[in-house]
């Protein structure tokens, strides 16, 4: 008898050549804000250099599977797009890079520490109180209750046997990520715009398929904060932009103002400090250390949402140390959360504060 052989596992083994040639283009999509163009002549250099492909499977055989897979489409003649299709395998794929293979929660909903009459059945129990619904009542607990308390000859089930089932409060949170794209996002050799772009996405893949009942608004901010659709989340550019932080927190509350859920937070992915403010139909730049009225203006802000129970966790891209205190500061107006983050670790310290907040009454 043979037996088994045993081998060194490789997972790339395991793909076929389409599969490869995708996972790269969607990374490279990204980087490219959904070029389609830029990012073939990407893989194509790519190719060139390190031999991707091979005489049995091409380029162009990747190109036309993806058009014959629905992942592009030809508005006109050489001119290619991402489709809605590839959105979502982009969605998926900052998903699984950022928070690993997660399973999907029943209903996507996470229970808090408060019970009693809640929405769904928990693990305690408890005697029966009048005006308890009788759905909650456990009746094999309380069958159980009857049998030691009368004998088990006749059953004689009595009010002070029963028990009920503690029911859990499930939370509903509405958060608003803010995302700064000031030219300073791409300065100094560093990209900066990407891993923003891909925390995005990941927060809006995890909220969909884990928690359906919450809701992500995503704004971007530069001069001035506009709102965008998670679709739109892929072709996102830095612009020659200062950064109005009151603009993008007064849309981030006028937003939260709308949601009827409970809990409500702000995420804010920036690099820099405030710098810009419009004053009736015209902009007050100043790009030299930190203007005083802008960061009043900015700082009255973080106060307001405090009063209105919106606390604001700021993600700060860069390691000045003036500018950390300025963040400092402003966290402590708001008594929310501040992290100095390197671009690396950025999505694993957003998706923990975002668990860490859906775990309590806020």
């Known amino acids: 008898m043979e037996g088994f052989r045993f081998a060194r596992y490789d997972p790339d083994d395991e793909q076929d050549p389409f599969t490869r040639l995708f996972?790269?283009?969607?990374?490279?999509?990204?980087?490219t804000s959904g070029d389609v163009g830029e990012a073939l002549s990407w893989m194509n250099e790519i190719d060139r250099q390190h031999k991707l492909t091979d005489d049995d499977y091409g380029m162009g055989d990747f190109v036309e599977d993806l058009k014959r897979k629905g992942y592009l489409k030809?508005?006109?003649?050489?001119?290619?797009?991402?489709?809605?299709?590839?959105?979502?395998?982009i969605r998926r794929g900052a998903l699984d890079q950022i928070f690993g293979k997660l399973k999907k929660g029943k209903e996507g909903q996470r229970s808090t520490r408060y019970s009693g009459n809640g929405d769904e059945a928990g693990t305690g129990r408890r005697a029966y109180e009048f005006g308890d619904p009788a759905e909650s009542i456990s009746l094999t607990d309380s069958i159980r209750n009857a049998q030691v308390n009368h004998g088990i000859g006749d059953l004689i089930l009595e009010e002070k046997d029963l028990e009920v089932m503690e029911r859990e409060y499930k939370t509903q949170t509405s958060t608003v990520l803010m995302i700064d794209i000031s030219h300073s996002m791409i300065l100094?050799?560093?990209?900066?715009?990407?891993?923003?772009?891909?925390?995005?996405?990941?927060?809006?893949?995890?909220?969909?398929?884990?928690?359906?009942?919450?809701?992500?608004?995503?704004?971007?901010?530069?001069?001035?904060?506009?709102?965008?659709?998670?679709?739109?989340?892929?072709?996102?550019?830095?612009?020659?932009?200062?950064?109005?932080?009151?603009?993008?927190?007064?849309?981030?509350?006028d937003l939260l103002r709308r949601r009827?859920?409970?809990?409500?937070?702000?995420?804010?992915?920036?690099?820099?400090?405030?710098?810009?403010?419009?004053?009736?139909?015209?902009?007050?730049?100043?790009?030299?250390?930190?203007?005083?009225?802008?960061?009043?203006?900015?700082?009255?802000?973080?106060?307001?949402?405090?009063?209105?129970?919106?606390?604001?966790?700021?993600?700060?891209?860069?390691?000045?140390s003036w500018l950390q205190d300025f963040v400092n500061e402003f966290t402590e107006?708001?008594?929310?959360?501040?992290?100095?983050?390197?671009?690396?670790?950025?999505?694993?310290?957003?998706?923990?504060?975002?668990?860490?907040n859906r775990n309590k009454k806020l």
């Open 23 to 31: 996972d790269l283009f969607k990374e490279i999509l990204l980087h």
């Open 74 to 89: 030809e508005d006109e003649p050489g001119n290619l797009q991402m489709t809605p299709k590839t959105e979502g395998e």
């Open 188 to 253: 100094y050799g560093e990209d900066r715009i990407t891993p923003a772009k891909r925390v995005a996405l990941a927060l809006a893949e995890l909220i969909r398929i884990k928690y359906p009942k919450d809701t992500l608004d995503v704004i971007v901010f530069g001069n001035d904060a506009w709102q965008i659709e998670v679709k739109d989340i892929p072709y996102l550019q830095v612009g020659p932009f200062h950064t109005n932080t009151v603009a993008g927190l007064e849309l981030a509350m």
């Open 260 to 320: 009827k859920n409970p809990n409500k937070q702000i995420f804010m992915i920036t690099d820099g400090k405030p710098t810009c403010l419009k004053v009736g139909d015209s902009y007050y730049k100043n790009s030299n250390g930190l203007d005083r009225k802008i960061v009043n203006r900015t700082l009255a802000l973080a106060v307001q949402c405090k009063k209105l129970k919106i606390p604001v966790t700021t993600f700060m891209v860069a390691t000045d």
């Open 333 to 356: 107006a708001n008594g929310g959360k501040a992290f100095f983050t390197g671009l690396k670790g950025l999505g694993d310290l957003v998706f923990a504060d975002f668990e860490r």
